[in-house]
């Protein structure tokens, strides 16, 4: 009989005994318990679900629009459109429910003639608004580790 057939196979009171020890484990120890929890959500849960994720590209979008350091290139752009298919992309790779139908990233950011300087400042932007809504550090750094790849896509100049 293995250890844990004996265990299943325990007296209610001996498995009572086992259950209380549990939960009063992890009432010892509520950061573990919570972390064992956030382990197994998706980024997307972790950043905050839609409700978020539609407010922080809608205001990362305002705001790059505007900033120096990127606002050339969203000239005559329908910015509605844009919102939309960013959310879902970064729905669609953080684990969300969305399938992103935008067109890749090749495609979309041709002729734009980005640089690496414009690349960069979207990304300072982008950090400084996950920051706004208090996004912790390991999510943050899961999300830019999605985007950095997409650079060799985006820069063309
Ligand atoms: C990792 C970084 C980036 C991501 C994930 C991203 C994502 C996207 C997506 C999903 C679209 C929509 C594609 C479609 O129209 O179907 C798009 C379009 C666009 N992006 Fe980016 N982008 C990034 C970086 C940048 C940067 C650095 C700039 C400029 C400084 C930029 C400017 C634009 C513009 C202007 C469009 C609209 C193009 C058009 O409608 O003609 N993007 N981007």
Not at 24 to 42: E, L, N
Not at 69 to 77: A, C, G, I, M, N
Not at 92 to 117: F, R, V, W
Not at 122 to 146: C, H, P, S
Request: with cysteine.
């Amino acid at each position: 009989m293995t250890d844990l057939s004996v265990r299943a196979g325990a007296s209610p009171r001996c498995r009572a005994t086992l259950a209380l020890a549990l939960v009063i484990a992890m009432g010892a120890f509520p950061a573990w318990a919570q972390d064992t929890t956030t382990k197994h959500a998706t980024l997307y849960d972790r950043l905050g679900g839609k409700t978020v994720l539609t407010r922080l590209v809608s205001d990362l979008i305002d705001h790059s629009t505007q900033d120096p350091r990127t606002r050339r290139s969203f000239q005559k752009v329908d910015l509605k459109r844009l919102k939309q298919k960013v959310e879902e992309q970064l729905c669609s790779l953080t684990g969300g429910p969305c399938k992103y139908t935008g067109d890749d990233m090749k495609q979309s950011h041709a002729g734009l003639n980005i640089t690496e300087a414009e690349f960069y400042g979207f990304v300072e932007e982008l950090i400084d608004m996950l920051d706004r809504y208090n996004i912790g550090t390991r999510e943050k750094n899961q999300l830019l580790a999605i985007l950095a790849p997409m650079k060799r896509d985006i820069v063309t100049r």
